[in-house]
């Protein structure tokens, strides 16, 4: 089981980019990385998920280089209303969903 | 419309008495989990289940059980073996794709508290 290791809280003012990093060096050739947002008293809610290279949607781009040991979170432009815990999982099947303390991300107006 | 169900959205017990969370789902999906989440803290699991009539511990599955008699019920008994059963209890649901697994489907959640 991939070990994966994030900050545990960011600033940034509104309007700006924001990477969120997350280490996982032991990930397996199987494994994909996925990232969700939390916010208080609510379920996390899927944000992205991907393999290797650049995976991009509508929310957020995630970054990931050759080797896979690491990966980055991009949200663009950020709002108030993203200040919210994220958290970065590595996953294979269907038994591995294990969440962190994830990386609580404050947005300054 | 498709999702995932948690009942009570607020629960209080009295110490020394089981009680079972609800947890719902209309997805199909075949994979449910139940994590247990603290003031401040991330998520950890206590159960999972990736099929019908089978279940695996997680990380912290002192103190609850679970059964999986039907695909889109997984219900969470808090027994009175938990020494701090006061939480915020959430459950999801994921396809199981055999090879890697999909997004999972959050409920919204019961907070338990122990009067």
């Known amino acids: 089981l991939a070990k994966t290791t994030q900050p545990i809280s960011m600033d940034s003012y509104e309007g700006q980019e924001v990477n969120i990093t997350c280490s996982h060096n032991n990930i397996a050739t199987n494994d994909y990385i996925t990232w969700y947002q939390q916010f208080p008293s609510q379920g996390p809610r899927f944000i992205i998920q991907g393999y290797k290279t650049k995976v991009t949607n509508e929310v957020a781009s995630l970054f990931i280089p050759a080797d896979r040991k690491s990966s980055t979170l991009s949200l663009p432009r950020v709002s108030l209303s993203d200040t919210a815990v994220y958290y970065c999982l590595v996953v294979s099947g269907a038994n591995n969903l294990f969440f962190g303390t994830g990386t609580r991300l404050t947005v300054i107006p | 419309d498709g999702g995932i169900t948690q009942s009570p959205k607020y629960l209080f017990r009295k110490e020394g008495q089981n009680v079972t969370l609800s947890c719902e789902q209309n997805l199909n999906h075949d994979a449910m989990y139940w994590y247990r989440q603290d003031p401040g803290q991330g998520l950890r699991l206590i159960y999972y289940s990736q099929i019908v009539n089978d279940f695996q511990k997680g990380d912290i599955a002192e103190g609850y059980s679970v059964s999986r008699e039907k695909k889109e019920s997984f219900p969470l008994t808090v027994t009175s073996a938990q020494k701090n059963p006061t939480a915020f209890y959430l459950c999801?649901?994921?396809?199981?794709?055999?090879?890697?697994?999909?997004?999972?489907?959050f409920g919204q959640g019961t907070r338990l508290t122990v009067v």
């Open positions: 999801a649901s994921s396809i199981y794709a055999g090879k890697v697994n999909t997004e999972a489907f």
